[in-house]
């Protein structure tokens, strides 16, 4: 939602990219939900648990991930009907340690990993529980922006993506599941 003219971006994306799932994060009322909807989003996310959303965007077939920080919030978040959680500010609360002591209780919650997440980082948060990450500060370098250096970010997001498969196949070797609630 901080992009200027967010909702234009993401319908030309939408037009020139029909396939992949593109979606807005930072949605933090109704109406920017609606808007990023009918812009094509086809998830939004929040930094924090946006209640009016989750009810609004239920009937729609559209993904919302609300923020959550605490146990309490992510167990509020899956009861009200959050099909995965943004863990935020994941960083400050410990990184990958915080998100493998979350799992063992919430085992059946998907967590993203939201917030000072490196590329190098990512298996680390990967093998530790989270079902995915958010990389936006790792890939679009702020230096890379203002240079209009396109190919920059072109390649760390391609070397995120590598980081991610590799991750995720490495799991699926080790015969990875998930851990479970303590007994």
């Known amino acids: 939602m901080s992009t200027p003219g967010v909702f234009e971006v993401l319908q030309q994306l939408v037009q020139e990219n029909p396939n992949p799932a593109l979606g807005v994060g930072t949605v933090l009322n109704v109406e920017d939900a609606k808007n990023a909807i009918n812009s094509g989003a086809k998830f939004l996310m929040s ?30 978040a899956y009861d009200t009907g959050a099909k995965i959680v943004k863990v935020y500010p994941v960083s400050a609360l410990g990184g990958s340690q915080y998100i493998s002591a979350l799992k063992r209780p919430f085992h059946h919650i998907s967590m993203v990993a939201s917030q000072g997440i490196t590329i190098d980082s990512i298996r680390e948060y990967i093998s530790r529980g989270a079902t995915a990450v958010v990389l936006s500060d790792a890939i679009f370098n702020k230096e890379a922006i203002i240079q209009n250096d396109f190919e920059e970010i072109y390649q760390l997001a391609n070397f995120a993506a590598l980081q991610g498969i590799e991750a995720v196949e490495r799991l699926i070797t080790l015969g990875y599941s998930s851990p479970k609630a303590e007994t």
């Open 47 to 76: 930094p924090a648990t946006v209640k009016d959303i989750m009810v609004d965007v239920k009937c729609a077939e559209v993904l919302y991930i609300p923020g959550v920080m605490t146990p309490t919030e992510i167990l509020s």
